[in-house]
């Protein structure tokens, strides 16, 4: 009898909804009926309404069935599905799904598909390509390669990556470092953990094309510690690129070497601020530090220290694979190349898109994403992390570009798009960005550390009716101080959501705390 | 997860020694210290200084700072509810009250018979909201009854006080 090959994600969606439970099912059921199995463990294709979403390999391919329960595996042994009959829960070819078919996956090619700790399966689809290609050019070559991508920060701030490991590159020192900044901690964002639990080795390849082009010969990867899974899965993949001699001391050739170590976070969304990140990697509190001096040239221990986001790392090996142009034929305008979004909160169809680009905002939430989960209207849609802007449903047709957006007043951040219903309470989100600014505040500089909790408390007293016009005269002062004065982006950003929130939904702050908008219509 | 041990200076001490090598090794160390014993002793701060060279003032801002690290031995064992905007978008905010009115577990607000819930700001799996952490494994798309539900299991399987 031929041996059934099924294909279940490991990656912490799945297992949220209980993917565990699901290869259990499947062993038993396949003992009990005396089929041979082989349960292969893969990363997350990105459809996440449709997690667990298990895959079948067939004569003609792989075959998706999704959702898939615990309860729904005899069916499917004994409908003949897994031999290629129909099923409600059938899919069909992930590749030939609408969802699919419209993106442009250049980083998130391979993940959902290979066995994430395979260095065979990264291989077999371009792994290392990359890195074999950059060693066999000079450093200066490799970071005129990524300049040409026309690659920029996808941590949030945009900044030109290839001038960046340019300064690190020409920057003279005993020692430099790369730092890989996975302290993913927007809500609404989780495109770093699916690199990190699908697809580990090829953030592993950038960086280490990265501390070869820079010469660096030590590298850090900070991952929050929220997330276990994509932990254990990075530092398997660690010891393994190890063993095989991708990384280590003979790395790039004989006494070439480049050693990689995973650090832990401690619960402080501040550490996504690249000094913050550096301070708590020295072992110190995660105060920011002021700029200059930049991290590019004073950064880890007073050393240049190139700091990326996962995904610009990730992006890449396939920018040395094929080429910086290749790269920068995607996209618009002076955003290059692909864009990996990240579609989450009330959304019928939330998760993993990647596309170049110039996509309007409104073919994501509707288009891919379906409008909302609840079926009630859109509201409001904040983009950009818990420091971007909400936008009103109205200005969905804006594109995602960084200018276009920042000429709107929004900005793009890690990509990731949360969608409310229309029974938020856009008052209470305000203060909630203000009372999360405070929390996560690092208390450095007096605006961020005393603004955002005097800011949480006037806004209270907008939601309570208390004086409410000279309440939000002084919460835009507040706010003016907060963007001019403080020290990092954090304070900075935080009047983002709130003066965006005031002034998209006014409604939401003028009346008594019984007669919002949201109030009415969640009581409808 | 294991049991956390109870304190043991010699075992602090070897924890401690193991990681002062690693470039930047305070946060490792104490990360190694909560796993073992379930939350960093004061006096774990003078063992670090000592090994490090630093001051234990130094040592001590380093470990008041981050969330993740308990200064004191935990009553049990802890929820991590998820609160950001995302899960706030799918019902968090609705669900978190419930869930206090019907246990009387007041979220951030300590253990309470061997269970405690603390607020946290994304766990990564904002499609699928509500979500929470517990015992390193996450749960996702939660409702009344799967939260009720974990908060039981928590409360069966936390140390007694």
Redesign the interface.
Known sequence: MTTLTVYIPAD??A???GAERLVAAFGREAEARGVPIDIKRVGSHGM??L?PLIEIETLKGRVGFGPVRPEDVPSLFDSGALAGAEHPLKLGHVADMVWMLRQQRLTFARCGVIDPLSLSDYEEKDGFRGLRNALAMSPAEVVEQVRASGLRGRGGAGFPTGIKWKTVHDAQADRKYVICNAD???????A??MVFEGDPFMLIEGMAIAAYAVGAD?GFIYLR??????AKVMARAIALAEQAGWIGENAFGPGKPFCL?Q???????ICGEETALIE???????LVRAKPPIPALHG??GRPTLVNNVLSFAAVPFILAEGGQAYADFGSGKSRGTLPV??????QR??LIELAFGITLREIVEGFGGGT?SGRPIRAV?IGG?LGAYITESQLDLEMDYEVLAANGAMLGHG?I????DT?DMAK?AK?AMR?GA??SCGKCTPCRIGATRGGEVLQKIIAGERVEQNIALLRDLCDVMTAGSLCAHGGLVPNPVLSALNRFPEDFSKGPQETVAHKNAAE | MEKPLAWDEPRAKALVDAKSG???????I??DLQETFGYVDPRAVAIIAGA?NVSRA?VF??LS?????KKQKPLGRTI?LCL???????GADALAERFETKTGCKIDGGFHQGVEVET??????????P?A?YD??????LTDESLAALHARAAREGVAP
């Open positions: 912490a969606a297992l949220s909804l996440f309404w997690e993913e901690g927007d809500s609404g964002t989780f770093d953990r030590k510690s929220e997330y276990p899974h994509a170590e650090r832990i976070g401690a619960g402080a969304y708590s990697l020295e072992g110190k509190r995660a880890l221990f990240q579609l989450a909160g009330n959304v939330g998760g989960a904040q818990p990731g949360v969608v409310f219903d938020v989100m909630f999360f929390e996560e | 690693l470039e930047g090794p305070l946060l490792p104490l990360h490090l130094e801002g380093t700072f981050y969330k993740d690290f991590k950001a905007e995302a899960c706030q978008a799918r946290v700001y994304c766990l990564g799996n904002c499609a699928l909201g979500n952490l390193g494994e996450l749960f996702g798309a």
